[in-house]
């Protein structure tokens, strides 16, 4: 049998997943395609969860990344609400917990990640949530006029953040580190983003550990308690502290893992009928000369489309220096970079406010953060990817 009419399974339903089958079907690939997807949606846009969508601006329809009927004309069946239990790849079977089984010769998991959630006393709260599908946005988008405290400085509390405050929450952001993102993005960058988030009214408390969440007595019904002794009140707690990676079928299924699934940059994992994209791949990048983990939206379609076209026998490998949006409240920040650690930075200004900042490490260029610079984020994607000496 050759390559283009091996039968493929996919499972997750993500931007990895659609991309894969997309890519699979424009590289000749003729195999009966299935997507396994544990939610029950066809996939759809996880970024405007914290944005658009949270903001009431985009309405649900217009999630999806295609509809029903574009899976029809490429031939691919999408079974939502089947959850995997169980890889078998000696027998290529795909089983669902309630014993329904798909067979394989190829299979992408595209499984995704999952929030990370504090094994800390109260976090299993009603009013404590995480943010990763649509129903968790929109039970947040129903906090309009509430006091919401979000822990986690990252981009999806951020972002979150922003808009619950555009909607009229009250809200207030606590995190470990003393500025928002300050680790990832240096003094400067995190002071700006400090900035735009009191500029909607955020409170900002750093340097707080959580230690519980409790449920109060007041109106505001959850106070969450933090190691150097703060409290904050809220009637909502939204987790945001990053993401750990849906690996426990490949792992059971007996392949490598590493908090992830390493693949090659073909996106092949260390069984080759076992294929990794998107979030739960620890993939290799050529240009970087490493394994790189990244949590990207842009690089899951990247991924995806690699290995789609690996299945459909086709040379492909990832090897673009991967690249993130954020927008927070109104601001829009792109990121392009290896995203494994710098050691220096410079901070290129605009009087308009516009900015761009250049990330370095021993000697090299490794990322670049631009706000209202697209120039410097496409021309520094480019330098990135050449491996370009830091000047
Ligand atoms: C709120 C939010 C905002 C974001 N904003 C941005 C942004 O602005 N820019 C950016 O670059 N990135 C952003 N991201 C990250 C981006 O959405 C992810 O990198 C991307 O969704 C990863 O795609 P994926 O296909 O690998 O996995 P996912 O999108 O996580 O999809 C995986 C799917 O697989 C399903 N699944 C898991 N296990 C199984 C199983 N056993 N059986 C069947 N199905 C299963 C899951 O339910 C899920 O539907 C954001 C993420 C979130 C949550």
Redesign the pocket.
Known sequence: MSDRERQVVV???????RSAVAAYRDAGGRGPVTI????PELPYE??P???EFLRGELPRAELLLAPAGWYREHEVEVVTA????ELDPERGRAIAADGREWSFDRCLL????RPLVPDLPGTDLPGVQT???IPD?ERLAKLAGSRVLVVGSG??GC??AASLAMRGAEVAIASLEPSPQVERLGEEVSAILAGWLRAHGIELLGGAELEAIEGGDGPAGLRARFADGREQRAEAVLLALGVAR?DA?AAAAGIETDAGVPVDASMVSSDPRLLA????ALAENPSAGRRLKV??????LNQ?EVAGRTLAGEEASWSAAPG????IGERRLKYAGWGDGWDEVRVDWREDGAFAAWYGRDGELVGVLAHERDEDYESGRERIEERAPWS
Do not use: C, Q, Y
């Open positions: 499972v997750g339903g993500g931007p990895a997943a396994l997807a544990a939610e996880r970024p969860l914290t944005k089947a959850e995997v239990a595209a499984t995704g990640a943010i990763r599908m946005s981009f999806i972002e979150a849906n079928l994209a998107g979030d739960v949590e990207h939206w842009g690089e899951a995806g993130f949006w954020s927008t």
